[in-house]
């Protein structure tokens, strides 16, 4: 029969290696690779100067995309997340409610960036939009100018920080944005707009301020003429 000292005994040795597993199992965590990783920029960090000035660029990527894909990574650890971004970004609904907001920020600062760096291009080599994605623009919006209008008004009227989208949904265009670091691909309890996403602005004071301080209406109207229509087609034709 198991008498009072064996008991202790037997707990403390229960505990010991419940510790030392948890000690393993941390430390296997601090090995375990990067689930997530920074892309590299497509162009230089002074492509874009007379718009978006270099160091701009330099922090935005370096620093702040840099940062989102670390704490992501971090919270990652010990989890089975899809490997694509976009993918992730559908799951966070799901998520358990200790990971879930740290995901959402972080995650969405990864895929929001990942994707906000490849709708960029320098002037020389933004392209034009093809007759399809004209065609959507005049029949959401009547024409494209409307649209740049509905855009840049959805950037301002987006209260502190967070991104501007124009979406598909439903075969149809349309425009919203998000607050933070939330995104389209989001569940709409959450980010408030469903669809995909076909083009986004970031409008934290981070994407801007060095060049425009307050004056987030004259980075908008600046933006649309390095935004990379290439990009803006084939998303549109996925
Ligand atoms: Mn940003």
């Known amino acids: 029969m198991m008498n009072r000292r064996n008991f202790l005994n037997t707990a403390a040795i229960a505990t010991t290696s419940s510790l030392l597993f948890r000690a393993e199992n941390s430390l296997g965590s601090l ?39 670390a704490n992501l990574n971090k919270a990652a650890v010990g989890l089975q997340l899809p490997k694509s971004p976009a993918e992730l970004m559908s799951r966070i609904h799901t998520l358990p409610d200790e990971k879930k907001s740290v995901i959402r920020n972080n995650g969405g600062g990864h895929y929001n960036h990942t994707l906000f760096w490849t709708l960029l291009a320098p002037q020389t080599q933004v392209g034009t939009p093809t007759a399809e994605v004209i065609q959507a623009i005049q029949s959401s919006f009547g024409n494209i100018d409307t649209m740049k209008e509905q855009f840049a008004a959805a950037a301002m009227s987006r209260f502190g920080s967070g991104w501007a989208w124009l979406y598909k949904k439903n075969n149809r265009l349309q425009i919203g944005s998000t607050a933070n670091q939330d995104n389209p691909l989001m569940d709409e309890s959450l980010s408030g707009i469903s669809g995909k996403p076909i083009l986004c602005l970031d409008v934290w004071e981070h994407a801007y301020y060095l060049k425009y301080q307050n004056r987030r209406a004259d980075y908008v109207k600046a933006w649309w003429n390095i935004v990379n229509w290439n990009t803006v087609n084939a998303l549109f034709a996925e």
């Open 31 to 69: 090995l375990a690779e990067d689930q997530y990783s920074l892309p590299s920029l497509p162009y230089t960090h002074d492509a874009f100067d007379a718009i978006i000035d270099t160091q701009t660029m330099q922090i935005h990527h370096g620093k702040h995309h840099a940062a989102y894909v």
